[in-house]
């Protein structure tokens, strides 16, 4: 049902790519005689492929119109953990000079695909790899503000190497980038200045990396969240106290991952909504018509607002 949109998606993206090298041949004609420095003398928008849309959207925004970004995932109906990749993945693979996936075994289909498409001079970013915060078993750090400012710092490093002559750009932009996280990370000291040690309950590894942040007590065993993450069945134990954890009212909120659910899950968050407990759903990818600070400030918000129910 969705793939006629995806299908739609990819062939503007090509013709997108596609037109952004024809131009790039055409001003390759035109432009010699331009003065080094000069907007018309830019060596074309830089090509990139960002396994996630929210990597895409931190690209995009350090660097604007001097990028041409292509996200892979984006559908918030498909879990990205069971994602396998297609034919024109790779096509926009082929044309890449910077790809940026997680790695941490989050996106192993993308190395598959970089694999099969060898460029001897494109740039890969890993951001598990960048990233200085990580939790035990834990690939998504990507929702650990301060690892999205060493990974946005990363990409800035990337895109000047690729394109000096732009590098002013880039600075700024990553300036503007970072201004935009300061807003989250007030959000954050915030709720851990009014509710740490609350305790929360939580479907899947990926917002450990927010909950440490600010200091909330998560009771729902590890065991279910990482089995959700990883799509096996998770323990017997573990699924009887987590039911448990919600039935007897032990926890304030259920945080609920709504693009990585499960049978056990969707009965976490039909109990705790019949028992009146606030939930709070958060998404692995960004959803559309956000930033990766919106989408991470407005899930912030509605959890401060469910804590304070
Ligand atoms: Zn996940």
Redesign the pocket.
């Known amino acids: 049902m969705v793939s006629g949109d995806r299908k739609s998606q990819w062939l503007i993206s090509i013709i997108g790519i596609v037109s952004a090298l024809l131009l790039l041949s055409a001003c390759g004609g035109t432009s010699a005689g331009n003065p080094a420095g000069s907007p018309t003398a830019s060596a074309g928008a830089i090509a990139v492929v960002a396994a996630e849309n929210f990597y895409g959207d931190i690209v995009k925004q350090i660097g604007g119109n001097h990028v041409n970004v292509v996200s892979i995932l984006s559908d918030p109906n498909i ?3 069971e994602y396998q990749s297609n034919y024109q993945t790779a096509q926009n693979v082929s044309k890449a000079q910077l790809v940026i996936e997680n790695g941490g075994g ?1 996106d192993d289909w993308m190395d598959k695909v970089l694999a099969s498409v060898p460029i001897s001079n494109r740039v890969l970013i890993k951001a598990f790899d960048t990233a200085k915060v990580h939790l035990e078993d834990n ?2 750090v990507w929702y650990s503000i301060d690892n999205a400012q060493t990974i946005a710092q990363a990409i800035t490093d990337n895109l000047k190497t690729l394109q000096p002559a732009s590098a002013a750009d880039f600075d700024n932009n990553l300036k503007q980038f970072s201004q935009g996280l300061q807003p989250v990370l007030q959000k954050v000291s915030d709720i851990k200045t009014k509710y740490a040690n609350a305790p929360v309950a939580l479907t ?3 917002f450990l990396y927010q909950t440490a942040a600010m200091n909330l007590k998560v009771l729902t065993p590890l065991e279910l969240e990482k089995a ?2 990883e799509g096996n069945d998770p323990p017997a134990n573990a699924i009887i106290t987590a039911e448990n954890q919600i039935k007897q009212k032990q926890v304030k909120v259920l945080i609920y ?1 709504g ?2 659910s499960t049978p056990v899950t969707q009965k976490l968050l039909k109990d705790a909504q019949a028992l009146n407990i606030p939930t709070v759903t958060v998404t ?1 990818t960004m959803p559309q018509g956000k930033t990766y600070q919106s989408w991470m400030l407005d899930q912030l918000t509605a959890l401060e607002k469910a804590l304070g129910q």
């Open positions: 879990d990205p953990h989050y690939e998504h899947e590894t990926i959700v993450a991952n693009q990585t692995e």
